[in-house]
């Protein structure tokens, strides 16, 4: 009996090093994707911000061309005067900084503008990108 008893509690005690362990896999599992949902939230709203503002450049864009077409008479009816283009309105949460981004880095004069304006966003986010990377190496 008393052996039997022994081989049971062995028993038990093998299943239960088998659940701890299992647990604590699942409990990683659970905060690895916890870290990838944060991360998929925080690209998903640098997504949205970049859809408004490309929103934004567009309509800044078709109202050039509308101003082309009355000024110089090209393209009659692409544009009737019934048609309103305005500006994608922001969400009403509008910290400093985007304020500055809609202000500043939104509008253009021309086209041309637009493409050097690009140009250089770009090249400010490629050395912001290497600056976290550095940072992300150096907490590693």
Known sequence: EHSRMIEAYSIMEEKLQQSMSDQA???????????????RERDYGITLKEVQDLQTQVTLLLK??????????????????????????LASD?????KVISDRLLTFKDIHAMVEQNCQLRSVVRTLSQQVEQREQELK
């Open 25 to 39: 896999s699942l409990e990683n599992t659970i905060r690895d994707l916890k870290a990838d949902l944060r991360k």
């Open 94 to 98: 509008e910290t400093a900084v985007n």
């Open 64 to 89: 050039e061309c509308r101003d082309i077409q009355l000024r110089f008479g090209v393209g009659e009816g692409i544009f009737n005067d019934d048609t309103v283009i305005d500006t994608v309105p």
